[in-house]
């Protein structure tokens, strides 16, 4: 990914590179993949806690 200016006196405003190309839609899927990803992980981690501390409670009754 090349760039449009040659010293940092041209830059002006925000840049990214891959702006109107098919990379940003693929970006976009990696970051929602990823955002998933986050949400399974969590939402199994959750139910194991939950499984381990209904056992704890149910050998100290």
Partial sequence: M???FDTWNDVSGPIYA???TEWEYMWFLVAAGLC???LLV???HEKM???RAKKRDDTHS
């Fill in 49 to 51: 806690a939950y499984r």
């Fill in 2 to 4: 090349g760039s449009a």
């Fill in 18 to 20: 891959g702006a109107n």
């Fill in 42 to 44: 969590g939402l199994g």
């Fill in 36 to 38: 998933v990803l986050a």
